[in-house]
């Protein structure tokens, strides 16, 4: 079966395939208008050092007894992302209904997401969530989380008050709406799979009728019941089945019953008896 013999079969089952062309176009209509909004919320901080008062050139500097300076703070900022990573504080600080990753992309299950490069000093704060507000409180608890992460961090290694790093807010939470998805595109790939689907089932319907009509002969007329039916079909396959008789025995046995019947002999008889008037 090419594509025109799809195509006629289309046409013969054109109310199927008309159905299923309107489902789903008033499908895709019911789920464009079903769209909700969507807002992202974004952040950034970076770690610095807040420089006490100048020293004197004798004096040591404080951060080299703090570790997690160690890289120009690199240690401190990567442990305090990988803290605000972890489940428990996704779980934590994520407002209701927000997700770290755009809509438009597969989700990687995380509620925010925490961006850092090599390159780049800063660390930035992602998430979409289903209103401003929502986002925008998101990346504030994330902002401060992390100055706390910071402070505990460097508590456990003992890192000395004159010698600590913290965090510092270069982007205060800003919250932007996404554009919606177009209703176009939605409208065509809904009607896309409204084609495929009328294709199928008048595909399916012909094949449905064909057998139907195949099957009619052995359907039983009406007045005559299905025993009668048997019985004829029974009878049909004994004949079918019997042995078939030679033609030229068939004839023989037809001239020896002709000569034995009565009407035969009497005139045979007739013509016996003329023949011997004649002599």
């Given at each position: 079966?090419?594509?025109?013999?799809?195509?006629?079969?289309?046409?013969?089952?054109?109310?199927?395939?008309?159905?299923?062309?309107?489902?789903?176009?008033?499908?895709?209509?019911?789920?464009?208008?079903?769209?909700r909004?969507?807002?992202?919320?974004?952040?950034?901080f970076?770690?610095?050092?807040r420089?006490?008062?100048?020293?004197t050139?004798?004096?040591?500097?404080?951060?080299?007894?703090?570790?997690?300076?160690?890289?120009?703070?690199?240690?401190?900022?990567?442990?305090?992302?990988?803290?605000?990573?972890?489940?428990?504080s996704?779980?934590?600080?994520?407002?209701?209904g927000?997700i770290?990753?755009?809509?438009?992309?597969p989700?990687?299950?995380?509620?925010?997401?925490?961006?850092?490069?090599?390159?780049?000093?800063?660390?930035?704060?992602t998430?979409?969530?289903?209103?401003?507000?929502?986002?925008?409180?998101?990346?504030?608890r994330?902002?401060?989380?992390?100055?706390?992460?910071?402070?505990?961090?460097?508590?456990?290694v003992?890192?000395?008050?004159?010698?600590?790093?913290?965090?510092?807010?270069?982007?205060?939470?800003?919250?932007?709406v996404?554009?919606?998805?177009s209703?176009?595109k939605?409208?065509?790939?809904?009607?896309?799979?409204?084609?495929?689907?009328?294709?199928?089932?008048?595909?399916?319907?012909?094949?449905?009728?064909?057998?139907?009509?195949?099957?009619?002969?052995?359907?039983?007329?009406?007045?005559?019941?299905?025993?009668?039916?048997?019985?004829?079909?029974?009878?049909?396959?004994?004949?079918?089945?019997?042995?078939?008789a030679?033609?030229?025995?068939v004839?023989?046995?037809?001239?020896?019953?002709?000569?034995?019947s009565?009407?035969h002999?009497?005139?045979?008889?007739?013509?016996?008896?003329?023949?011997?008037?004649?002599?």
């Amino acid at each position: 079966m090419d594509t025109l013999d799809v195509l006629l079969i289309c046409l013969k089952r054109w109310y199927v395939f008309l159905l299923l062309l309107l489902l789903a176009f008033f499908t895709s209509l019911g789920l464009g208008n079903d769209q909700r909004r969507v807002y992202s919320g974004t952040g950034n901080f970076a770690v610095i050092y807040r420089a006490p008062p100048p020293v004197t050139p004798k004096q040591v500097d404080p951060r080299t007894a703090n570790p997690m300076a160690a890289g120009d703070g690199s240690l401190l900022k990567q442990s305090i992302v990988n803290d605000l990573r972890s489940a428990k504080s996704q779980r934590e600080l994520a407002g209701p209904g927000v997700i770290g990753t755009d809509p438009s992309t597969p989700a990687d299950g995380s509620l925010f997401a925490v961006v850092t490069t090599a390159t780049s000093a800063t660390v930035t704060i992602t998430t979409f969530g289903p209103s401003q507000a929502v986002a925008k409180a998101t990346v504030d608890r994330v902002l401060t989380a992390a100055q706390e992460r910071a402070t505990t961090i460097q508590d456990r290694v003992g890192a000395p008050p004159t010698g600590r790093l913290t965090t510092f807010v270069t982007l205060p939470a800003q919250t932007t709406v996404l554009p919606p998805p177009s209703k176009i595109k939605l409208v065509v790939a809904v009607m896309a799979v409204g084609v495929i689907a009328g294709a199928g089932l008048s595909l399916l319907l012909d094949r449905l009728m064909s057998k139907r009509r195949e099957g009619r002969n052995d359907v039983p007329q009406e007045g005559r019941g299905k025993a009668w039916w048997r019985r004829r079909r029974k009878g049909a396959d004994d004949v079918s089945s019997a042995p078939q008789a030679d033609p030229g025995h068939v004839a023989q046995d037809d001239l020896a019953a002709r000569a034995g019947s009565p009407t035969h002999l009497a005139r045979a008889n007739r013509e016996t008896l003329g023949a011997q008037e004649t002599g």
